[in-house]
Nanobody, 122 residues
């Protein structure tokens, strides 16, 4: 009932920048918290950053000052601006959204994007 389309991943040299986008569509009544997670080979998926519907943000310590999460509520789109990238940022990045549907009252659901690869070379 909700589709998430991610874009913006790729290969970049250390110190470079990338901007990820995640567009949500479907039977969306409202979107609560949105977030970006990442998973490197052999590691658990971890939260990178999140943003509430009111704009409050949260970042993991290793990306503070380098990454900026934002959202466009009119477009139901989530962004992650990644600057000063490091090789340890290499991972598959997933968007995660918590939404209320137009078809179900009073319940929220969590959806995941398909993932986009970010590779940072040294």
């Amino acid at each position: 009932q909700v589709q998430l389309v991610e874009s913006g991943g790729g290969l970049v040299q250390a110190g470079g920048s990338l901007r990820l986008s995640c567009a949500a569509s479907g039977n969306i009544f409202s979107i609560n918290t949105m977030g970006w997670y990442r998973q490197a080979p052999g590691k658990q998926r971890e939260l990178v950053a999140s943003i509430t519907s009111g704009g409050r943000t949260n970042y993991r310590d290793s990306v503070k000052g380098r990454f900026t999460i934002s959202r466009d509520n009119a477009k139901n789109t989530l962004y992650l601006q990644m600057n000063s990238l490091k090789p340890e940022d290499t991972a598959v990045y997933y968007c995660n959204v918590n939404v209320r549907l137009t078809t179900v009252v009073g319940v929220s659901y969590t959806y995941w994007g398909q993932g986009t690869q970010v590779t940072v070379s040294s």
